[in-house]
Structures are given as C-alpha cells and as structure tokens.
C-alpha cells in the first residue's frame, strides 16, 4: 500500500500541508519548507516517499506552467527591452562560470572533456526556486531580480547546444555509441541542418499559434460558458507545446515561455491565470519536495566534509562571476549582490546532463553521486541564502547608501504641494499643470526628482513628514496639499503634521482600500 500512486499522493500533499505553513509563520519562505518536507518524508531519513520518475516528471511540468505564466506578465515590446541582459549578461553568465569551474576542476586532475562537462552543468541555475523565492519576497521587479530572470530564460536557451555537446565529450569507441544513441530517435536522428530547421519550425509553430489560432480557438470556447472546457483547453495548449518541444529536443519551458509571450496581451490573459496558477503551485511545490526527497544523506554524511566543500566550492565561483559580471554592467552593488546570491546554485537540468554523463562514461561512480548531492545541497542551500540576504545583506547596503541633502527649495508660488510622484502623484501633477494650477512635488526618491526635473516640472528631494521642508515648499501660502505615497502609516505622520501646523490647507490623502481610508 504504501507505495501506491493515491498513497504517495497522500503523503506529498500531507507533507506539503504541515510543512510549508510552518516555513512561512517562521519567516522561512515556502520553497524552504518544501524542501525540508521532502528530505523528511525521502527515503533515508522516514522513507514513506516513493523515488519514481512520474513524480519527478508531473513536479518539472509545474516549471513549465510557471514560464508559461510568466510569459503572460511580458509583452513582446517588454521582452525586446530586456535583450542586452538576456543576450549579453546570459551568455557572459554561462560561459564565465563553465570556464571557471573547468579550470578548477582540470586543476584537480580531471580530464578536459569531463571538466568542460562539469562546467556547463554547473553553469546552470535553478528557474523554479529563484522565481519562486524572488516573487515570494518581492524583489522580482528590482534591478537584480530582472537581471536573475534575463539570465535563466537564458540558460534555458542554452540547453540546446549543451545537450548537443554531451554525446561529444565522450571519447573513442563511447563517442560514437552515445552519438547513436542520442540519434535513436525523434529529430536526433535527422542532419544538423535539418535538427535547426527542426527547432525553428517548431519556434515558428508556437509563436504563430499562439498569436492567430489560440486567441480565435479561446473565443470559441469561451462563448460555451463552461469553465471547465476553457481550463482544460488552457492546460491542453500548455501540455501541447511541451510535447512539440521534447519532441525537437527544446527546453519544454522555454516553449511556454514562448507562447506565454504571445498570449500576453490577449484579453484571455487574466483568465489563463486565474485557472492555470492553481496547478502550477501545487506541481511546482511537488518539484520541490522531490528535489528534497533525493537528497541522498547518507552518502553525504559519509563524505560530508568532501560534499561540504564542493558546495561551498560552487557557490562561491558562481557568485564571484555573477557579482563580477554585475559589476561589469554597472549595477548598483546591492542589485549586484542580489543577482549573485539568487543564482548561485545549481539548477534542476543538472541532474539531467549528470545522467547523460553518467550514460556516455564522461563521469563514473562516486564522482556522479558527489555532484548530484552537491547539486541538491546547493538547491537547498538557495533559501536561506536569500533570507540571509533579505534580513541582513541589503538593510545594511541602503545604510551605508550615502544620503542626499534636502534640495533648497525656491519659493514659487505654487498652490497645491504633491508628496509622493509615484503613479498616482504623476497622474494628478499632470491634469493640474495642464488646467493651469502650479504644482511643487516633494519625494524622497532622488531618481525620480530628477527624472522629474528633465520633464520640466518643479520637484525636490527630501521627506515630507519634516517641517523645514514644508515651509520651505511654500506651505503657509498654498491652498491643497496632497499625500500620494503608497505608505498608510507615512501618509498619516505627514497629514498630521500638515494639519497641525498649517490648517488652512485642503488635505487630499490616498488610500488604498477602506481600513487605510478610516
């Protein structure tokens, strides 16, 4: 009974259920506790998981959801701007650190073919627990988080060729068996011409599909008025596109990526989300507890200082390079130590080139387990490096971050104060300057100020909770003023101030819903 597939099924929903809340409550993140949860329930420490390959593959379909959803958040014209961190940071990323590891595995010893292995296995990062982790604390829109994601949907580019090189870097008589075997079947066995027109074609499929025969097909069936048909055809494209991409020899989530992209402004798009992000949480929390069900502890725990190092070992060469590259790109250095901790681990698709090396005799024996735990281990590892990260690394950036002195303001006149040029303080300055009425913005984002400054609109840096400021900014003689930063408890410091000391003034506040309105 217990390794039946509802019995299995019971105990990777139980172990997610317990685990992953408590991760939360204490801070931890839920990729955290999925992981914890699967070395629990893994075969060496409980033992009620089962080890089979169906787990594994229905946990890597929640990643291809994931890009396929994250295809829908970008526009093409979105994607296009990304390009230079997607071309020139990814190719950098993946080429930099496979050097580095090859020449510190040769320097061990090892042989060229078998170090240029390792390196590019090890060049790749995890797509699944960096997304997750970075939306999780909300750091995916930043500098550094945009830069992690160029150089994952990168990478999952660079499987192609990569898969391609493994059969190569066998040797004499292996050589030619693995490349037999890679041609068994499937594209593998056409020309190296015919495979590239084989994977542009099927580039070409999903792009035009997804731009002139998804939508009319999504408007059909909508007109239905069952949902459930529509969440079927939505779970239908997505498992269509893997199986056209497996099929070529693509990365599957680099497909619905691709059709994402091309769904992103169709007026289905809310929709697709609303019914695919469901499955794609729970598969995806599947991938992770089978990630933490292979760790294999007691091979690590008897070599554990070995594994140890080489972990360490990893994560230190990728960080160096990516904060280096970071550097390179003139990123701010808290973005640049972001990017460096979010990818320096290993990704999923190492365990898979780690079996190709194993099947073509590039690596044997005790060296493949090695790296296989180190993967994992450095999986794990990924969490608490981005907690760490989160609580310690970046507070202590924006302290030592040297601050701008409050501009001096010219008194011009001006009858309405905005505080906050955000969105909303954009929208209102704008209706105001065009019907005539002088506005004078305060912020304390510097970059907006100047930002603003070159639009030609009157704006200075400083904190509108200080009473200087306010003065200075011509409050005793203006008529409104209004708050229009996105923080409750601010908004509430600078209407009172504005209220007790100037009480002439119309105050306008911004409220997000009732609670912040009361």
Not at 22 to 35: E, M, Q
Not at 284 to 310: E, K, M, Q
Request: hydrophobic share 55%; charged share 15%.
């Amino acid at each position: 009974m217990i390794h039946s597939p509802l019995f299995q099924t019971f105990i990777y929903l139980a172990a997610a259920v317990v685990a992953v809340p408590i991760s939360k409550r204490a801070g931890f993140g839920s990729v955290l506790g999925y992981l914890l949860a699967g070395v629990l329930i893994g075969p060496h420490l409980l033992g009620w998981a089962g080890q089979g390959e169906d787990v594994s593959h229905f946990g890597e379909f929640g990643v291809i959801m994931m890009l396929f959803l994250i295809g829908l958040e970008l526009q093409p014209k979105l994607l296009w701007k990304l390009r230079v961190p997607i071309v020139g940071l990814g190719t950098l990323q993946v080429t930099g650190t496979a050097a580095a590891v090859c020449l510190g595995a040769m320097a061990l010893g090892l042989p060229f073919k078998a170090s240029l292995a390792i390196g590019l296995t090890l060049a790749m990062s995890s797509t699944a627990i960096v997304l997750q982790s970075l939306q999780e604390k909300g750091l995916a829109g930043t500098a550094g988080g945009q830069s992690a994601f160029s150089v994952l949907l990168f990478q999952d580019i660079a499987v192609i060729p990569i898969l391609a090189l493994m059969p190569l870097l066998a040797s004499g008589p292996l050589a030619s068996h693995a490349a037999g075997h890679a041609a068994g079947g499937g594209v593998g066995a056409l020309s190296p011409g015919l495979q590239a027109l084989s994977v542009l074609a099927a580039v070409v499929a999903v792009i035009a599909g997804g731009r002139f025969l998804a939508r009319p097909l999504f408007r059909f069936i909508a007109a239905s008025r069952l949902r459930e048909v529509f969440t079927a055809f939505a779970l239908l494209l997505v498992v269509g596109i893997t199986l056209l991409m497996e099929k070529v020899g693509m990365s599957p989530a680099l497909g619905a990526f691709l059709a994402g992209v091309m769904l992103a402004d169709s007026e289905y798009r809310h929709e697709l989300e609303g019914d695919i992000e469901p499955f794609k949480g729970l598969l995806l929390g599947l991938f992770f507890i089978t990630v933490g069900a292979g760790v294999d502890l007691p091979f690590i725990g008897a070599h554990l200082t070995l594994v140890a190092g080489v972990v360490a070992a990893i994560l230190i060469i990728k960080a160096a390079v990516l904060y280096g590259l970071g550097a390179v790109f003139r990123m701010e250095r808290s973005q640049g130590v972001l990017l460096a901790v979010s990818l320096c681990q290993v990704g999923e698709f190492a365990f898979v080139l780690l079996g190709l090396m194993q099947q073509y005799h590039v690596l044997e024996g005790d060296s493949v387990r090695l790296l296989v735990a180190s993967v994992a281990l450095s999986m794990v590892a990924t969490p608490p490096l981005l907690i760490l990260l989160e609580k310690v690394i970046l507070p202590r950036f924006s302290r030592a971050a040297p601050k701008r002195e409050t501009d001096k303001i010219e008194p011009e006149g001006a009858s309405v104060i905005i505080a906050g040029f955000g969105r909303m303080g954009n929208m209102i300055s704008r209706v105001l300057e065009v019907n005539g009425v002088r506005t004078t913005v305060l912020d304390h984002n510097s970059e907006v100020v100047d930002r603003v400054r070159k639009l030609g609109l009157r704006a200075y840096y400083g904190d509108a909770t200080r009473l200087d400021l306010l003065h200075a900014a011509g409050a005793e003689k203006a008529k409104v003023f209004i708050v229009a930063i996105d923080d409750p408890a601010k908004s509430v410091a600078i209407a009172e101030t504005v209220r007790k000391h100037f009480p002439h003034l119309e105050i306008l506040c911004r409220a997000k819903d009732r609670e912040d309105g009361y």
